[in-house]
Each structure stands twice: as C-alpha cells, then as structure tokens.
T-cell receptor
Framework: EAQVTQNPRYLITVTGKKLTVTCSQNMNHEYMSWYRQDPGLGLRQIYY???????DKGDVPEGYKVSRKEKRNFPLILESPSPNQTSLYFC?????????????FGPGTRLTVT | AQSVTQLDSHVSVSEGTPVLLRCNYS??????LFWYVQHPNKGLQLLLK??????LVKGINGFEAEFKKSETSFHLTKPSAHMSDAAEYFC?????????????FGTGTRLLVSP
C-alpha cells in the first residue's frame, strides 16, 4: 500500500531533550516536506526537500533540522525542544516538486514539550 | 504573497442538506487551489484541485468547487451532507507561476453534521 508513515504518533518530552520524528514514504517520491499544525493557524511548512541531499527552509524553520540521506526518509530533528514546539506535525511527499502533483500526507505526530 | 481566507471557522448542517464552505484567495499569479479534508486523528486527504483547467472542479465524495477569478473565491460545495463528511476542511493555494509545491494553507473550517 502506498503510504507515508511517521513515528512516533504521540510523544511527550521535556524541554531540551533532543528528539527525532521519522518520516518514510514507499512511493519513490522526490519531494518531501514537514508541516506543523496549530489551532487557528492551519498548516505551516517547516522544511522541504526536492531530492536526496537537497533541503531548504519553509516558513517556520527555527528550532528544527532535517536531513535527506535516502530518497524514502526525511526525519525531523529537534535538537533542543521547547514548549512552543508543542504541535501536531505532518510529513508529506509528492512525486515531484511541481504543484500539479498531489501531496500525500502522513497520519501526524502529536508532540508535547513540557 | 499568496494567502487564503476561510471565512468560517465552524459550519453546522443537518444530514441531507447542502454544504457550503467558503474560501477567498489572494495571489499575484495564476493560482493553483486545493481543498483538503482532515478526519479526526487522520492525515490530510486531497478532495479536489484547480490548476487552470475547467473552473468547476469535481472531487471525491460528491464535493465540488468553482474557481471564480472575479470574486477571488474557491468555495467548496456538496448538495447533500452525510454524517461521514464531519471533518476539518482546508483551502490551500499554490503559486502556479513558479509551479513549485509552495502550499499556503487556510486556517480551516470544521464541518459539523447533525442527524
């Protein structure tokens, strides 16, 4: 089944403790992206990647890192999480970066930083 | 800069009645417009998209939307609501001129469907 998977689905952590949220897709997509969803703000893009080893900042990149060493994986790294990073995170992928291609979203990771 | 405004944060309808979710956009170039749906505890699913072809776009589950350039609107409609339509709906714009996947999301409209 074609899908985008994220792990973990739920995470509660403390301020400053490094964490990684994994994202994997099995559709051989070139384009991958991370979003955060906050009440009343919709989804905002954190980082995106147009292909292996090619990443760039989205609208809200502060406090986050990403890497794209393999085509299928695009982990999101929080080196020193803070409470304002408590949010619902979505990974998405698309065949290419052109807008005519649909983005497929993962199920989401709910992160709470205390 | 592109933006979308979803005019209602919540819409309540009865099952079997029409659904109207309103969206206005702002874009300097020819936009691509999308509607995504998010069911509780699920990821986002594409309902339909407009990319400069027919202005009336049909999507999944009986939804459709009409692109009106003169009104800068892309409202989502469905003739008859079903209980399973209860979800959050996002209007999304992207810059067709550059063609890149720069999606800008609206703040969402929660659709409530009562029996």
């Amino acid at each position: 089944e074609a899908q985008v998977t994220q792990n973990p689905r739920y995470l509660i952590t403390v301020t400053g403790k490094k964490l990684t949220v994994t994202c994997s897709q099995n559709m051989n997509h070139e384009y991958m992206s991370w979003y955060r969803q906050d009440p009343g703000l919709g989804l905002r893009q954190i980082y995106y990647s147009m292909n292996v080893e090619v990443t760039d900042k989205g609208d809200v990149p502060e406090g986050y890192k990403v890497s794209r060493k393999e085509k299928r994986n695009f982990p999101l790294i929080l080196e020193s999480p803070s409470p304002n990073q408590t949010s619902l995170y979505f990974c998405a992928s698309s065949l290419q970066d052109r807008v005519t291609y649909e983005q497929y979203f993962g199920p989401g990771t709910r992160l709470t930083v205390t | 800069a592109q933006s979308v405004t979803q005019l209602d944060s919540h819409v309540s309808v009865s099952e079997g009645t029409p659904v109207l979710l309103r969206c206005n956009y702002s874009s300097s170039y020819s936009p691509s417009l999308f509607w995504y749906v998010q069911h509780p505890n699920k990821g986002l699913q594409l309902l339909l998209k407009y990319t400069s072809a027919a202005t009336l776009v049909k999507g999944i589950n009986g939804f459709e939307a009409e692109f009106k350039k003169s009104e800068t609107s892309f409202h989502l409609t469905k003739p008859s609501a079903h209980m399973s339509d209860a979800a959050e709906y996002f209007c999304v714009v992207s810059d067709m001129n550059t063609g890149f996947q720069k999606l800008v999301f609206g703040t969402g409209t929660r659709l409530l469907v009562s029996p």
